[in-house]
């Protein structure tokens, strides 16, 4: 069982940066894919970014490739999703997620929000024109 918990959402300019913390508790963090979805109001909720558990594979959705960074320390139990350039369509919740089914090879599965069974309370991320 592992609880995740997101911090370091807030209201933002465009052209500014954010950088959101997740952090897991619970037992063998290093064993888990650790990753990021978002969700816009009437809107379907989207993958991120990801990173698999030896770091060895590392996902990121188009429309955020060259401005997100995902990154993590398995020695603070903790995933950080770095966001540059935020633009008005990146406002979300946006939501950090953990998976033990996901590896190095996984590829395309780790876009399904079905693969991840943990799941923090979300964070908000408001980015203003």
């Known amino acids: 069982q592992v609880n995740l918990v997101e911090s370091g959402g807030g209201l933002v300019q465009a052209g500014g940066s954010l950088r959101l913390s997740c952090t897991a508790s619970g037992r063998a963090f290093s064993n888990y894919a650790m990753g990021w979805f978002r969700q816009a109001p009437g809107k379907e909720r989207e993958f991120v970014a990801a990173r698999s558990w030896s770091g060895g594979a590392v996902y990121y959705t188009d429309s955020v490739k060259g401005r997100f960074t995902i990154s993590r320390d398995n020695a603070k139990n903790t995933v950080y999703l770095e966001m540059n350039s935020l633009k008005p369509e990146d406002t979300a919740v946006y939501y950090c997620?953990?998976?033990?089914?996901?590896?190095?090879?996984?590829?395309?599965?780790?876009?399904?929000?079905?693969?991840?069974?943990?799941w923090g309370q979300g964070t908000q991320v408001t980015v203003s024109s």
């Open positions: 997620v953990a998976s033990l089914t996901l590896g190095d090879y996984s590829g395309s599965y780790y876009y399904n929000k079905d693969e991840y069974a943990y």
